[in-house]
C-alpha cells in the first residue's frame, strides 16, 4: 500500500517561512514525479511545484522564486520548503505522484496572517 503523509504546516506572518515534509512509504520518490498541490477554501486544488526523477524542477508563476522542492531519497521523503510567504498561499497542501493515482491524502494547513 503506497502512503504520502503531509506535515509541517502550521500559522506564520507574512514573509516567514516554512518546510512541508511528504514522507512516503511503497514508492520510491526517487522513481516517480512527484508534486506539490494546494486548495485554498473555494478554490480548485492546482499543481504549484514538481520534482522529476532526474531532479529537474518546475513551479507554478505564483511561487517561483519563493518556493524550493527536493527529496531526501534515502529518507524517501518530498520536502517543499516555502519562503517569503505571503496571505494568499493559505491553503491545504497536498503531495502526490504524477500522475495523480493514489487517493488523496489529509494534507496539512499552511494559514498566513499576521
Known amino acids: 500500500q503506497v502512503q504520502l503523509v503531509e506535515s509541517g504546516g502550521g500559522l506564520v506572518q507574512p514573509g516567514g517561512s516554512l518546510r512541508l515534509s511528504c514522507a512516503a512509504s511503497?514508492?520510491?520518490?526517487?522513481?516517480?514525479?512527484m508534486d506539490w498541490y494546494r486548495q485554498a477554501p473555494g478554490k480548485q486544488r492546482e499543481l504549484v511545484a514538481r520534482?522529476?526523477?532526474?531532479?529537474?524542477?518546475n513551479y507554478a508563476d505564483s511561487v517561483k522564486g519563493r518556493f524550493t522542492i527536493s527529496r531526501d531519497n534515502a529518507k524517501n521523503t518530498v520536502f517543499l520548503q516555502m519562503n517569503s510567504l505571503k496571505p494568499e498561499d493559505t491553503a491545504v497542501y497536498y503531495c502526490?505522484?504524477?500522475?495523480?493515482?493514489?487517493?488523496w491524502g489529509q494534507g496539512t494547513q499552511v494559514t498566513v496572517s499576521s
Open positions: 520534482i522529476i526523477p532526474s531532479g529537474s524542477t
Open positions: 502526490n505522484r504524477y500522475p495523480p493515482i493514489y487517493s
Open positions: 511503497g514508492i520510491a520518490v526517487s522513481s516517480y514525479t
